[in-house]
């Protein structure tokens, strides 16, 4: 499945729906997006919705590790929601869960 990416900003905040597949073909374009977001001056905080996402394979958890990094340093909240079954599985077999702020309810 092909790659469906949203995104929608509010002054520094910002919000990426993302759905489909991650993997080697999608995950250059998700790594720009979310690194350009994340980089950009000004950037409090970073929100990706993961609900629609049917896909991950280890190239999207390099992206999370690169987004919650730069995040990280320049001092933005970065924060993932609505995970797939599939994604969460991803994200606790690989530790990353552990690592990633999850919003459990519903964005504003």
Do not use: W
Not at 86 to 101: C, Q, S
């Amino acid at each position: 499945m092909d790659l469906f990416l949203e995104t929608t900003s509010q002054e520094t905040e910002h919000r990426v729906v993302l759905g489909g597949d991650i993997d080697a073909h999608t995950g250059p374009k998700v790594k720009e997006t979310l690194m350009s977001l994340a980089n950009e001056p000004g950037t409090s905080h970073l929100l990706v919705d993961l609900e629609a996402v049917e896909y991950m394979d280890s190239t999207g958890i390099g992206i999370f590790i690169a987004v919650m990094k730069a995040c990280k340093q320049k001092e933005c909240a970065f924060e993932v929601q609505k995970l797939s079954p599939r994604v969460e599985r991803l994200f606790r077999i690989t530790g990353l869960y552990e690592h990633i702020a999850i919003r459990k309810g519903e964005s504003e």
